[in-house]
Protein backbone atom coordinates (compact mmCIF):
# COMPACT_ATOMS: atom_id res chain seq x y z
CA UNK A 1 0.00 0.00 0.00
CA UNK A 2 1.07 2.88 -1.10
CA UNK A 3 1.59 6.08 1.71
CA UNK A 4 0.95 9.43 1.79
CA UNK A 5 2.57 11.66 4.90
CA UNK A 6 0.84 15.25 4.95
CA UNK A 7 1.80 17.94 7.51
CA UNK A 8 1.36 20.06 9.52
CA UNK A 9 -1.44 17.94 11.02
CA UNK A 10 -2.70 21.19 12.68
CA UNK A 11 -2.26 24.66 11.82
CA UNK A 12 -4.02 27.59 13.84
CA UNK A 13 -3.29 31.07 12.08
CA UNK A 14 -4.66 34.56 11.94
CA UNK A 15 -6.53 35.60 9.06
CA UNK A 16 -4.23 37.43 6.81
CA UNK A 17 -1.58 34.71 7.26
CA UNK A 18 -0.33 32.60 4.69
CA UNK A 19 0.53 28.87 5.01
CA UNK A 20 1.39 25.76 3.42
CA UNK A 21 0.14 21.86 3.36
CA UNK A 22 2.57 18.91 2.36
CA UNK A 23 1.72 15.99 1.52
CA UNK A 24 4.35 13.33 0.51
CA UNK A 25 5.32 9.86 -0.30
CA UNK A 26 8.16 7.87 -1.11
CA UNK A 27 5.78 6.32 -4.19
CA UNK A 28 5.19 7.63 -7.67
CA UNK A 29 1.56 8.28 -7.78
CA UNK A 30 0.09 8.94 -11.36
CA UNK A 31 -2.14 12.10 -10.05
CA UNK A 32 -2.70 13.76 -6.74
CA UNK A 33 -6.03 15.19 -5.32
CA UNK A 34 -6.54 17.74 -2.89
CA UNK A 35 -10.00 17.73 -0.88
CA UNK A 36 -11.37 20.66 2.00
CA UNK A 37 -13.95 19.07 4.41
CA UNK A 38 -16.11 21.23 6.73
CA UNK A 39 -17.77 19.73 9.96
CA UNK A 40 -20.46 17.38 9.16
CA UNK A 41 -20.39 17.13 5.34
CA UNK A 42 -18.36 15.00 2.75
CA UNK A 43 -15.09 15.94 1.41
CA UNK A 44 -15.20 18.71 -1.43
CA UNK A 45 -12.72 17.93 -4.41
CA UNK A 46 -10.50 21.13 -4.85
CA UNK A 47 -8.00 20.23 -7.46
CA UNK A 48 -6.47 17.66 -9.23
CA UNK A 49 -2.85 17.51 -10.35
CA UNK A 50 -1.73 15.28 -12.87
CA UNK A 51 1.58 16.53 -14.68
CA UNK A 52 4.69 16.80 -12.83
CA UNK A 53 5.76 19.95 -11.66
CA UNK A 54 2.36 21.36 -12.26
CA UNK A 55 1.06 24.02 -10.57
CA UNK A 56 -2.68 25.35 -10.38
CA UNK A 57 -4.09 28.47 -9.05
CA UNK A 58 -7.88 28.54 -7.51
CA UNK A 59 -8.13 31.99 -6.20
CA UNK A 60 -6.04 32.71 -2.94
CA UNK A 61 -5.09 28.76 -3.20
CA UNK A 62 -1.77 27.58 -5.45
CA UNK A 63 -1.28 23.50 -5.60
CA UNK A 64 2.22 22.30 -6.94
CA UNK A 65 2.83 18.86 -7.81
CA UNK A 66 6.46 17.84 -7.56
CA UNK A 67 8.61 17.15 -10.77
CA UNK A 68 8.96 13.25 -9.38
CA UNK A 69 5.23 13.04 -8.59
CA UNK A 70 6.12 12.22 -5.41
CA UNK A 71 4.90 15.22 -3.53
CA UNK A 72 2.39 17.95 -3.40
CA UNK A 73 1.58 21.09 -1.52
CA UNK A 74 -1.27 23.68 -1.34
CA UNK A 75 -0.41 27.04 -0.59
CA UNK A 76 -3.18 29.83 0.86
CA UNK A 77 -2.30 33.44 0.62
CA UNK A 78 -4.37 35.59 3.10
CA UNK A 79 -5.99 32.85 4.91
CA UNK A 80 -9.80 34.00 5.96
CA UNK A 81 -12.14 32.33 8.11
CA UNK A 82 -14.24 30.77 5.59
CA UNK A 83 -10.94 28.82 5.13
CA UNK A 84 -10.90 26.83 8.23
CA UNK A 85 -11.30 23.11 7.69
CA UNK A 86 -10.19 19.65 7.10
CA UNK A 87 -7.49 19.72 4.23
CA UNK A 88 -6.85 16.55 2.42
CA UNK A 89 -4.26 15.23 0.35
CA UNK A 90 -5.25 11.80 -1.99
CA UNK A 91 -3.59 9.80 -4.21
CA UNK A 92 -5.03 6.71 -7.27
CA UNK A 93 -3.83 3.42 -5.94
CA UNK A 94 -4.66 0.35 -7.93
CA UNK A 95 -7.96 -0.90 -7.92
CA UNK A 96 -9.61 2.70 -8.44
CA UNK A 97 -8.86 3.77 -4.60
CA UNK A 98 -7.74 6.26 -2.99
CA UNK A 99 -5.03 6.46 -0.57
CA UNK A 100 -5.79 9.38 1.78
CA UNK A 101 -3.03 11.53 3.78
CA UNK A 102 -3.56 12.04 7.27
CA UNK A 103 -5.16 15.16 6.61
CA UNK A 104 -4.40 19.20 8.22
CA UNK A 105 -7.16 20.65 10.10
CA UNK A 106 -6.74 24.40 9.67
CA UNK A 107 -8.55 27.34 11.81
CA UNK A 108 -8.21 30.56 10.57
CA UNK A 109 -8.76 33.02 13.71
CA UNK A 110 -10.52 36.58 12.65
CA UNK B 1 -26.26 17.59 -12.25
CA UNK B 2 -23.06 17.23 -10.52
CA UNK B 3 -23.93 16.02 -7.28
CA UNK B 4 -23.81 12.94 -4.69
CA UNK B 5 -27.08 12.75 -2.60
CA UNK B 6 -27.45 10.73 0.73
CA UNK B 7 -29.91 10.14 2.61
CA UNK B 8 -30.81 9.90 5.50
CA UNK B 9 -28.21 13.20 6.90
CA UNK B 10 -28.61 11.84 10.41
CA UNK B 11 -29.48 8.27 11.97
CA UNK B 12 -29.40 6.63 15.52
CA UNK B 13 -30.18 3.19 16.13
CA UNK B 14 -30.12 0.93 18.46
CA UNK B 15 -27.94 -2.24 18.25
CA UNK B 16 -30.53 -4.48 17.13
CA UNK B 17 -32.14 -2.14 14.82
CA UNK B 18 -31.67 -2.73 10.84
CA UNK B 19 -31.13 0.34 9.33
CA UNK B 20 -30.26 0.82 5.20
CA UNK B 21 -28.37 4.15 3.99
CA UNK B 22 -29.08 5.40 0.68
CA UNK B 23 -26.67 6.84 -1.73
CA UNK B 24 -27.67 8.30 -5.59
CA UNK B 25 -25.93 10.00 -8.27
CA UNK B 26 -27.03 10.68 -11.58
CA UNK B 27 -23.80 11.65 -13.27
CA UNK B 28 -23.54 8.44 -15.08
CA UNK B 29 -20.83 7.53 -12.96
CA UNK B 30 -20.22 3.80 -12.97
CA UNK B 31 -18.13 3.22 -9.91
CA UNK B 32 -19.73 3.65 -6.58
CA UNK B 33 -17.64 3.71 -3.05
CA UNK B 34 -18.46 3.37 0.89
CA UNK B 35 -16.13 4.97 3.55
CA UNK B 36 -16.40 5.45 7.13
CA UNK B 37 -14.66 8.61 8.38
CA UNK B 38 -14.19 9.60 12.53
CA UNK B 39 -13.99 12.81 13.66
CA UNK B 40 -10.96 14.44 12.54
CA UNK B 41 -9.28 11.76 10.11
CA UNK B 42 -9.10 10.65 6.39
CA UNK B 43 -12.17 8.02 5.14
CA UNK B 44 -11.64 4.55 5.40
CA UNK B 45 -12.74 2.88 2.37
CA UNK B 46 -15.17 0.63 2.90
CA UNK B 47 -16.53 -1.36 0.02
CA UNK B 48 -16.16 -0.33 -3.98
CA UNK B 49 -18.59 -1.02 -6.51
CA UNK B 50 -17.81 -1.07 -10.20
CA UNK B 51 -20.59 -1.44 -12.94
CA UNK B 52 -22.70 -2.69 -10.37
CA UNK B 53 -20.62 -5.37 -8.86
CA UNK B 54 -18.71 -5.43 -5.84
CA UNK B 55 -15.36 -5.12 -6.72
CA UNK B 56 -13.28 -4.49 -3.36
CA UNK B 57 -14.66 -4.93 0.18
CA UNK B 58 -12.12 -3.91 2.57
CA UNK B 59 -12.69 -7.11 4.99
CA UNK B 60 -15.82 -4.90 6.61
CA UNK B 61 -17.57 -6.91 8.62
CA UNK B 62 -21.03 -8.99 7.91
CA UNK B 63 -22.73 -6.63 10.01
CA UNK B 64 -22.43 -3.92 6.82
CA UNK B 65 -23.69 -4.86 3.67
CA UNK B 66 -23.62 -3.12 0.69
CA UNK B 67 -26.05 -3.36 -2.54
CA UNK B 68 -26.38 -1.88 -5.68
CA UNK B 69 -29.47 -1.86 -7.37
CA UNK B 70 -28.84 0.05 -10.77
CA UNK B 71 -25.85 1.84 -12.02
CA UNK B 72 -27.40 5.58 -10.06
CA UNK B 73 -28.32 4.13 -6.29
CA UNK B 74 -25.96 2.63 -3.13
CA UNK B 75 -27.53 1.67 -0.18
CA UNK B 76 -25.71 -0.02 2.83
CA UNK B 77 -27.99 -2.31 4.93
CA UNK B 78 -26.88 -2.07 8.67
CA UNK B 79 -27.68 -4.97 11.44
CA UNK B 80 -26.55 -4.95 14.61
CA UNK B 81 -24.34 -2.72 14.81
CA UNK B 82 -21.70 -1.77 17.64
CA UNK B 83 -21.37 1.82 19.57
CA UNK B 84 -17.68 2.12 18.10
CA UNK B 85 -19.26 2.18 14.44
CA UNK B 86 -20.58 5.58 15.10
CA UNK B 87 -19.18 7.63 12.39
CA UNK B 88 -20.02 9.64 9.09
CA UNK B 89 -20.62 7.40 6.54
CA UNK B 90 -20.13 9.02 2.97
CA UNK B 91 -20.44 7.63 -0.66
CA UNK B 92 -18.56 8.72 -3.81
CA UNK B 93 -18.72 8.09 -7.19
CA UNK B 94 -16.23 8.60 -9.63
CA UNK B 95 -16.12 9.28 -13.34
CA UNK B 96 -15.06 7.30 -16.21
CA UNK B 97 -13.03 9.54 -18.13
CA UNK B 98 -11.43 11.38 -14.94
CA UNK B 99 -10.65 8.04 -12.74
CA UNK B 100 -8.72 9.57 -10.61
CA UNK B 101 -11.34 11.84 -9.22
CA UNK B 102 -14.11 10.73 -6.66
CA UNK B 103 -17.10 13.14 -6.10
CA UNK B 104 -18.42 12.93 -2.08
CA UNK B 105 -22.03 12.99 -0.77
CA UNK B 106 -22.40 15.14 2.20
CA UNK B 107 -22.57 12.04 4.46
CA UNK B 108 -24.92 10.25 6.79
CA UNK B 109 -24.03 11.06 10.44
CA UNK B 110 -24.77 7.17 12.25
CA UNK B 111 -25.05 6.93 15.97
CA UNK B 112 -25.10 3.73 17.68
CA UNK B 113 -26.97 3.57 21.53
Known amino acids: TQLLEQSPQFLSIQEGENLTVYCNSS?????LQWYRQEPGEGPVLLVT?????EVKKLKRLTFQFGDARKDSSLHITAAQTGDTGLYLC??????????FGAGTILRVKS | DTEVTQTPKHLVMGMTNKKSLKCEQH?????MYWYKQKAKKPPELMFV???????INESVPSRFSPECPNSSLLNLHLHALQPEDSALYLC????????????FGPGTRLTVT
Open chain 2, 92 to 103: ASRPELRPYEQY
Open chain 1, 27 to 31: SVFSS
Open chain 1, 49 to 53: VVTGG
Open chain 1, 90 to 99: AGEEYGNKLV
Open chain 2, 27 to 31: MGHRA
Open chain 2, 49 to 55: YSYEKLS
